[in-house]
């Protein structure tokens, strides 16, 4: 998600707003690198193939996840998972894409912004563990928005040891 401004029809004025973008290869693989770091979704990139349109296309695999069917997640389950995890709802006003409103979340502390939160992008697995498989991420790093809090620091994937 980028900020743009548009014009407000009302005042005349621009208005700052955040818009979905199609994803740079460095942004999507970056996506799953936070995922993994944020979320425990381990996700492996597999290399490029070809689409069915003979577009060149990232392939990625994360592990099965058994689930009940009879209990899906939902959006209260979504809900409570990123207020668990730190994150607040971004407000539908700020948002231009009407698909992502309501499903679009923001964790200041280190500038990772979450989006296409929908129910069908997360999973139940057997023990009632909610577990996010394809979020939308974008990291804004601190001072570079002028529609969300200032990030205390950008995300950083952790030192191995």
Known sequence: MDETKLLDARTFQNKTRLMMRAALPSEYLRRWAVMTAVFGMRTHYLGKVMGSDHEPQMAVEQPFIP?????????????????????????????????????????QRDGVLVTDAHARNFRRDLDGVLIPVDLVIALVPPGASALLPAAKKLWEPAEED
Do not use: K, S
């Not at 809900?79 to 006003?93: L, N, P």
């Open 67 to 107: 689930e009940d069917e009879n209990l899906p997640a939902t959006l209260e389950d979504a809900a409570a998972f990123f207020t668990a995890h730190g994150f607040e709802r971004v407000a539908d006003e700020h948002i231009i894409n009407p698909e992502v409103h309501g499903v679009t979340w923001y964790r």
